[in-house]
């Protein structure tokens, strides 16, 4: 088990930046994965952004030079820096992290979400 909280959501105007912080209960260094999903009203939450233990990281194409995750093992906390704001980044954020439970299984672990919102 582990708890994920959120942090650093917002108001921004377009242009602005935004750093979320997601604090784990316990050391991250055995997850599988971490990472950010977003979620916006009438849409189906989508990946954002992750990164593995061994340090590859994904991005979906629209944040591409835009975002950044990053991680500090020694806080057990990840980051999204969040550049170039638009509104269509307007969304709640989601903190997931994945744990291998099994040598095939997997367990999803969520925050509880933070609000992003940029204005034009």
């Known amino acids: 088990q582990v708890q994920l909280v959120e942090s650093g959501g917002g108001l921004v105007q377009a242009g602005g930046s935004l750093r979320l912080s997601c604090a784990a209960s316990?050391?991250?260094?055995?997850?599988?994965?971490m990472g950010w999903y977003r979620q916006a009203p009438g849409k189906q939450r989508e990946l954002v952004a992750s990164?593995?233990?061994?340090?590859?990281?994904t991005y979906t194409d629209s944040v591409k030079g835009r975002f950044t995750i990053s991680r500090d093992n020694a806080k057990n906390t990840v980051y999204l820096q969040m550049s170039s704001l638009k509104p269509g980044d307007t969304a709640v954020y989601y903190c997931?992290?994945?744990?291998?439970?099994?040598?095939?299984?997997?367990?999803?672990?969520w925050g509880q979400g933070t609000q992003v919102t940029v204005s034009s």
């Open positions: 990164g593995t233990s061994g340090g590859s990281t």
């Open positions: 997931n992290a994945k744990i291998r439970r099994t040598s095939y299984e997997t367990d999803d672990y």
């Open positions: 316990r050391s991250i260094l055995s997850f599988t994965a």
